[in-house]
């Protein structure tokens, strides 16, 4: 046996992490890009033309790539009919409700998705869940409120350092001054982007007075 079998796995801050990060950035820029466009567009004109557009490319890519379109009509049947529930009716109420709320507000809410998939795995279909399951559920749940209820007082940038900060050092366990780098250089560009480069409307919070722009 090898005298390295029952060494404790490392953690570190790797691509994949980078990844995972990056995909966060662009689903909650989605809101706050979708919350600014609505005063412009309404919003179930702002969907048609998002979801018409999506699909012109997506077919043209396909036809590209030589990929064969065509399905047996059993088969179209039931995907018509999760495009129905999956696509029309859950981004008509997306969009609908975003319009009457922020866009802090629609992201927190969207994040609760997989802890209502796992209570209703759990509850509904009786499956078993573990501790380690509960206790995910319970600091989503927890950090989500935090979140949302120091938003406006922090600040955009103060709070999503801290919540950056606190996943970094879950993720990239002991490398401290790496998590603090990650934690400042995502809230910082970020912000910028939103903020200063789209003219986007984020929470100042303690840093209003301060902020140059």
């Known amino acids: 046996m090898s005298a390295n079998t029952n060494r404790p796995a490392t ?12 995909t966060v950035l662009i689903w909650g820029g989605n809101m706050v890009v979708v919350k600014a466009a609505l005063s412009e567009i309404p919003p179930l004109a702002f969907t ?17 790539l ?19 529930f999956g ?15 922020t866009a802090g507000n629609a992201s927190v809410l969207l994040a609760t998705i997989p802890i209502l998939v796992a209570l209703y795995n759990g509850v509904i279909k009786r499956q078993r869940l ?14 989500g409120i935090a979140y949302g209820l120091v938003l406006d007082w922090l600040g955009y940038a103060i709070a999503t350092f801290v919540f950056m900060l606190f996943v970094s050092e879950v993720i990239n ?3 401290h001054w790496q998590n603090l780098v990650i934690a400042t250089v995502f809230s910082t560009v970020t912000f910028s982007v939103f903020s200063v480069l789209l003219k986007l409307s984020l929470p100042r919070g303690l840093l209003g007075a301060v902020l140059p722009f």
């Open 130 to 143: 573990g501790a380690n399951v509960w206790l995910g559920i319970a600091l989503t749940i927890a950090g």
């Open 11 to 22: 953690h570190g801050f790797s691509w994949a992490d980078t990844g995972i990060l990056l």
């Open 48 to 64: 048609a033309l998002r979801f018409i557009g999506a699909a012109v490319i997506e077919t043209i890519l396909l036809h590209a």
């Open 66 to 84: 030589g990929e064969n379109l065509k399905m047996p009509w059993r088969d179209m049947r039931r995907t018509m009919a999760m495009a129905l």
């Open 87 to 101: 696509v029309v009716a859950y981004q008509g109420l997306f969009v609908l409700g975003i319009a009457r709320t």
């Open 173 to 175: 366990i002991g490398k």
